[in-house]
């Protein structure tokens, strides 16, 4: 069975730093993985994907992760937070099966709560 | 072009009654999948439709059910409700049963008295 741990559920940063949300994930047979986000009293948005090829993944609103397959793995990174990055931030596994297709069950992790300070 | 559309928006019930929810599809979209996302936790799978039909399912008891229609549009059916049911329940859509990104709603706040 596939399991995702995101290592941190509150990141606190202040605006213009760096910041990385990690992400790391159990699975027997190979996985697509994911990051989504979540602004209050909304749905969920998805920023990156990973499927196959280049390990760094680049998205939207400048986030970026790279697949570390030895380490089971996933981080997200941006280079210069903003104050209105301040959200949730979801990691998500979707197991591939037999012939490379997988059927979309999404594993989440608990989440991350990101905070930029000005 | 209207995403995934979710309602009511909001819902309290108490317990032992039942619930319906409804979820339209991205235009385009032929898969729904529900999950629930309780206070200050991940969304946790609770079934995918394709084709009418229950194609997967996580690990909720019968007592949650939901139809798929010919339309593509869902509804997800909760009957004797707890108070452990109170939770923000979530609809995605995804063009067939592939990894393909799955496009949520905005979600249905359901709070059981």
């Known amino acids: 069975a596939q399991s995702v741990t995101q290592l941190d559920s509150q990141v606190p940063v202040f605006e213009e730093a760096p910041v990385e949300l990690r992400c790391n994930y159990s699975?027997?047979?190979?996985?697509?993985l994911f990051w989504y986000v979540q602004y209050p009293n909304q749905g969920l948005q998805l920023l990156l994907k990973y499927l196959s090829g280049s390990t760094l993944v680049k998205g939207i609103n400048g986030f970026e992760a790279e697949f570390n397959k030895s380490q089971t793995s996933f981080h997200l990174r941006k280079p210069s937070v903003h104050i209105s990055d301040t959200a949730e931030y979801f990691c998500?596994?979707?197991?591939?099966?037999?012939?490379?297709?997988?059927?979309?069950?999404?594993?989440f992790g608990q989440g991350t709560i990101l905070t930029v300070h000005p | 072009d209207a995403g995934v559309t979710q309602s009511p928006t909001h819902l309290i019930k108490t317990r032992g009654q039942q619930v319906t929810l409804r979820c339209s599809p991205k235009s385009g979209h032929d898969t729904v999948s529900w999950y629930q996302q309780a206070l200050g936790q991940g969304p946790q799978f609770i079934f995918q439709?394709?084709?009418?039909?229950?194609?997967q399912r996580g690990n909720f008891p019968d007592r949650f059910s939901g139809h798929q229609f010919p339309n593509y549009s869902s509804e997800l059916n909760v009957n004797a409700l707890l108070l452990g049911d109170s939770a923000l329940y979530l609809c995605a859509s995804s063009l067939g049963l592939a990894h393909n990104e799955q496009f949520f709603g905005p979600g249905t706040r359901l709070t059981v008295l």
């Open positions: 699975s027997s047979v190979s996985v697509y």
């Open positions: 998500a596994v979707s197991e591939g099966v037999r012939g490379g297709t997988s059927y979309g069950k999404l594993t």
């Open positions: 439709y394709y084709e009418e039909e229950e194609r």
